[in-house]
């Protein structure tokens, strides 16, 4: 009995039970995507870096295409994941998408672009979240600009998230909250 944080039954008390917490490591979430995608997509997850980037690969060079993520950053995997997700197979065979990123610091006009083209990869994110038992918050990502409208982009996110958890995700977003979820028993 003992080692679990239970009283000893000499003292005459019942045993409780002890809740283990759900550890979240990226470096976990780099070894569930292999597993997932690397033979069918020849796509890894790699974190340590100072920014996310999805770099294309050279499939004939045998070079598998990579998704980066900031640092250690259990999220920032998740998020990248989740644009993974939403791109399609042209989009893949280019780095960073074909698109070019707009950095911190945006004005109302650029930052609503910005969170208009956030909104799937986000509710995504959500729903790989709720798979892995981690909190959600929509990230507005522009501490230096126009933050934009948060309540509108957070309901907005929502709604979609609901939807396809209602419709089912893409193939590929449905894999990953598979993976997740087995991983994670939620």
Not at 129 to 140: D, E, G, K, M, Y
Not at 166 to 172: L, S, V
């Amino acid at each position: 009995m003992s080692g679990h944080g239970a009283l000893k039954p000499d003292h005459g008390a019942a045993t409780i039970p002890q809740s283990r917490g759900v550890v979240h490591r990226a470096t976990d979430l780099e070894t569930l995507f292999r597993d997932t995608f690397f033979e069918r997509h020849h796509t890894v997850l790699e974190g340590g870096f100072e920014e996310p980037v999805y770099l294309a690969g050279t499939p004939v060079a045998g070079e598998p295409a990579r998704i980066r993520y900031t640092r250690d950053y259990f999220r920032s995997a998740l998020h990248e994941v989740a644009h993974w997700c939403v791109a399609g197979p042209r989009r893949r065979r280019l780095d960073d998408y074909g698109y070019w990123y707009a950095p911190d610091g945006r004005d109302a006009a650029a930052q609503a672009e910005f969170l208009r083209v956030e909104v799937r990869p986000q509710a995504l994110e959500a729903l790989f979240c709720a798979a892995c038992n981690h909190p959600f918050r929509v990230s507005l990502d522009n501490l230096d600009g126009d933050p934009g409208d948060e309540a509108r982009f957070a309901a907005d996110v929502q709604a979609l998230a609901e939807r396809l958890h209602r419709d089912g995700p893409p193939p590929r977003a449905r894999l990953w909250l598979d993976a997740l979820t087995r991983f994670y028993k939620v």
